[in-house]
């Protein structure tokens, strides 16, 4: 049994910043690429950044130079600093990782408005 939890959203103006983490548990014994999606509402969800178990990184083009994804490999946690907040990013984030089965996190609410 695998479990993921988020936390980190919230309500934030345009321009602020939210840290997101995501804690995996349960029976694993390693976790290769650790994924951030969001969803916002009347859209697909998409890929948003990963990260390898070396640190390897890629971002959605959408988030470069804003968004940073890192891991603690020890404590089995994926974060998601996210700097100069739009409106556009407003969605629900989830974490996702990849064993034998996918697993996904129940997902964080930000909402970025004035």
């Known amino acids: 049994q695998v479990q993921l939890v988020e936390s980190g959203g919230g309500l934030v103006q345009p321009g602020g910043s939210l840290r997101l983490s995501c804690a995996a548990s349960?029976?694993?014994?390693?976790?290769?690429?650790m994924y951030w999606y969001r969803q916002a509402p009347g859209k697909e969800r998409e890929l948003v950044a990963d990260?390898?178990?070396?640190?390897?990184?890629n971002y959605a083009d959408s988030v470069k130079g804003r968004f940073t994804i890192s891991r603690d490999n020890a404590k089995n946690t994926v974060y998601l600093q996210m700097n100069n907040l739009k409106p556009e990013d407003t969605a629900v984030y989830y974490c996702?990782?990849?064993?034998?089965?996918?697993?996904w996190g129940q997902g964080t609410q930000v909402t970025v408005s004035s």
């Open positions: 996702n990782i990849r064993l034998r089965a996918q697993y």
């Open positions: 990260i390898s178990r070396g640190g390897r990184t």
């Open positions: 349960g029976i694993i014994f390693r976790i290769d690429t």
